[in-house]
């Protein structure tokens, strides 16, 4: 029988990094850390960004069933949003019942695959009539010349509506959001839901969104509501780095997010949104996908993080019921070195000073048609005499490979205080 005389932590962090070896033998200028602050939790974690747009195979008005479940399952999926677009059925706007009955079958097909893995459906109304992103200017949109008649006519009194899924995400300079809050706020049509995408750097990030968000909620005088970004990333940051980023910040904010879906045609109506693929031989995983099936086991309560002071290295954390902690952290798309700060260990009763033992993983991708394994063990590191609580990694942690596709992950497992038989 051991006993343990503290606490025990493992840590696990992410980082991108080409060369490990000479990372750690000459240590490269750090930009700054994301911190990791273990006496404040979030509360216990929900996998709030593990959704997407799209993604299910359409099958009549069933459930889709060519994709393994551990695919789904593996990564905690939560929510779908679908409508129609893309398929041969183009809408009652321009197809009648007609058009309209293809569009609802897809999407009722869809609603049953996510109910089926017990995940919510969002369904967007403006699609299944028929409006979809990419039509041209001239086509039908709902509520054109301010007629809403027959877009009234398809909503149910018992959904909750959420709104106003605007492309671009919130500042309080833009007109479009300015006049919807003005809207809501004078109409009394606050929606149940709000929300927007957040699809590449241009649009900033939650942590710059949000609060302009609650700056034009306060303006206006519109209540608080649950937000969704209901489509997030640009393809180039659909990776492991970039997919840590952003769960990094919907986790801060209590967001519930969405994959960005960036297939064509039937494509868009597959794949999970870029995280699978296929052969002959069925249904594999990308590297992205891996990353996802890590957060989908970062079970416990989430740890509060901050992000970089430049907003482009950011990390989400958990500290299960049995004292494990696990960190993922990832750059926005920058090839450069960051450092995860950790702190708060007296709280848990963790010595101030000790040894840590570093386990660290990494991620690998190489595109979204390319099947990667689990996560890679780089081994253990001992690191002796960390000054805790105000800890700072000995490592280059976060680093990009310049191919763009590929990360390491760090993973810190760490004892602190003595282990000894009893
Ligand atoms: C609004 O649309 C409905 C359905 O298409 C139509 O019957 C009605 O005449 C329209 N109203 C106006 C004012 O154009
Ligand atoms: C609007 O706000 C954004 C973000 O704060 C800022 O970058 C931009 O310069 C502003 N634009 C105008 C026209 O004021
Ligand atoms: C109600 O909504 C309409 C349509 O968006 C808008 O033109 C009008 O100004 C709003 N009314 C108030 C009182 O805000």
Same mark, same amino acid.
């Given at each position: 029988?051991w006993?343990? @005389? #503290?606490?025990?932590?493992? &840590?696990? !962090?992410?980082? $991108? /990094?080409? =060369?490990?070896?000479?990372?750690?033998?000459?240590?490269d200028?750090?930009?700054?850390?994301?911190?990791?602050?273990?006496?404040?939790?979030n509360?216990a974690?929900?996998?709030?960004?593990?959704?997407?747009?799209?993604?299910?195979p359409?099958n009549?008005?069933?459930?889709?069933?060519?994709?393994?479940?551990?695919?789904l399952?593996?990564?905690?999926?939560?929510?779908?949003r679908?409508g129609?677009?893309?398929?041969?059925?183009?809408?009652?706007?321009?197809?009648?019942?007609?058009?309209?009955?293809g569009?609802f079958?897809?999407?009722?097909?869809?609603y049953?695959?996510?109910?089926?893995?017990?995940?919510?459906?969002?369904?967007?109304?403006?699609?299944?009539?028929?409006a979809?992103?990419?039509?041209?200017?001239d086509?039908?949109?709902?509520?054109?010349?301010?007629?809403?008649?027959?877009?009234? @006519? #398809?909503k149910?009194?018992? &959904?909750? !509506?959420?709104? $106003? /899924?605007? =492309?671009?995400s919130?500042s309080?300079?833009k007109?479009?959001?300015?006049?919807?809050?003005?809207s809501?706020?004078?109409n009394?049509?606050?929606?149940?839901?709000?929300s927007?995408?957040q699809?590449?750097?241009?649009?900033?990030?939650?942590?710059?969104?949000?609060?302009?968000?609650?700056?034009?909620?306060?303006?206006?005088?519109?209540?608080e509501?649950?937000?969704?970004?209901?489509?997030?990333?640009?393809?180039?940051?659909?990776?492991?780095?970039?997919?840590?980023?952003?769960?990094?910040?919907?986790?801060?904010?209590?967001i519930?997010a969405?994959?960005?879906?960036?297939?064509?045609?039937?494509?868009?109506?597959?794949?999970?949104a870029?995280?699978?693929?296929?052969?002959?031989?069925?249904y594999?995983p990308n590297?992205?996908?891996?990353?996802?099936?890590?957060?989908?086991?970062?079970?416990?309560?989430?740890i509060?993080?901050?992000?970089?002071?430049?907003?482009?290295?950011? =990390?989400?954390?958990?500290?299960?019921?049995?004292?494990?902690?696990?960190?993922?952290?990832?750059?926005?798309?920058?090839?450069?070195?960051?450092?995860?700060?950790?702190?708060?260990?007296?709280?848990?009763?963790?010595?101030?000073?000790?040894?840590?033992?570093?386990?660290?993983?990494?991620?690998?991708?190489?595109?979204?048609?390319?099947?990667?394994?689990?996560?890679?063990?780089?081994?253990?590191?001992?690191?002796?005499?960390?000054?805790?609580?105000?800890?700072?990694?000995?490592?280059?942690?976060?680093?990009?490979?310049?191919?763009?596709?590929?990360h390491?992950?760090?993973?810190?497992?760490?004892?602190?205080?003595?282990?000894?038989?009893?």
């Amino acid at each position: 029988m051991w006993h343990q @005389s #503290s606490t025990s932590l493992l &840590l696990a !962090v992410v980082a $991108p /990094s080409i =060369a490990y070896a000479a990372a750690i033998s000459q240590r490269d200028t750090s930009l700054g850390s994301a911190t990791v602050n273990l006496a404040q939790n979030n509360g216990a974690a929900t996998f709030l960004g593990s959704g997407f747009i799209y993604g299910f195979p359409d099958n009549g008005e069933n459930a889709r069933d060519t994709i393994p479940d551990h695919f789904l399952t593996d990564i905690k999926f939560t929510t779908c949003r679908g409508g129609d677009a893309q398929i041969n059925a183009v809408g009652w706007a321009q197809g009648d019942y007609d058009g309209y009955i293809g569009r609802f079958d897809s999407a009722l097909s869809n609603y049953r695959s996510a109910r089926k893995y017990d995940g919510d459906f969002v369904l967007m109304l403006s699609v299944l009539w028929g409006a979809q992103g990419g039509a041209s200017a001239d086509s039908v949109f709902p509520g054109d010349n301010g007629n809403w008649t027959e877009m009234e @006519s #398809s909503k149910h009194p018992a &959904l909750p !509506v959420e709104g $106003p /899924s605007m =492309a671009n995400s919130p500042s309080t300079n833009k007109t479009n959001w300015q006049a919807f809050m003005s809207s809501i706020s004078g109409n009394d049509t606050i929606p149940d839901r709000f929300s927007w995408h957040q699809i590449g750097s241009w649009q900033r990030e939650p942590d710059v969104t949000v609060p302009a968000f609650d700056s034009l909620r306060e303006t206006y005088s519109v209540a608080e509501k649950p937000i969704d970004v209901n489509e997030y990333g640009w393809p180039s940051e659909q990776n492991p780095a970039n997919s840590i980023y952003y769960l990094s910040q919907f986790e801060r904010h209590d967001i519930r997010a969405l994959r960005a879906n960036w297939g064509g045609g039937s494509n868009l109506h597959n794949y999970l949104a870029s995280l699978i693929y296929t052969s002959d031989s069925g249904y594999y995983p990308n590297g992205d996908w891996q990353l996802y099936k890590y957060y989908g086991g970062m079970v416990g309560d989430r740890i509060s993080t901050t992000a970089s002071s430049d907003l482009l290295f950011d =990390a989400f954390a958990v500290l299960s019921d049995a004292k494990l902690l696990k960190i993922i952290a990832g750059t926005r798309t920058v090839q450069v070195s960051y450092d995860p700060i950790i702190t708060g260990f007296s709280e848990h009763g963790l010595a101030t000073e000790g040894t840590l033992d570093v386990r660290s993983y990494q991620f690998d991708f190489s595109g979204s048609e390319v099947e990667v394994g689990s996560q890679v063990d780089l081994g253990k590191t001992s690191y002796l005499g960390m000054p805790i609580p105000q800890m700072q990694s000995p490592l280059p942690l976060i680093r990009r490979l310049t191919q763009p596709v590929m990360h390491l992950r760090f993973s810190f497992k760490g004892v602190y205080g003595t282990v000894e038989p009893a």
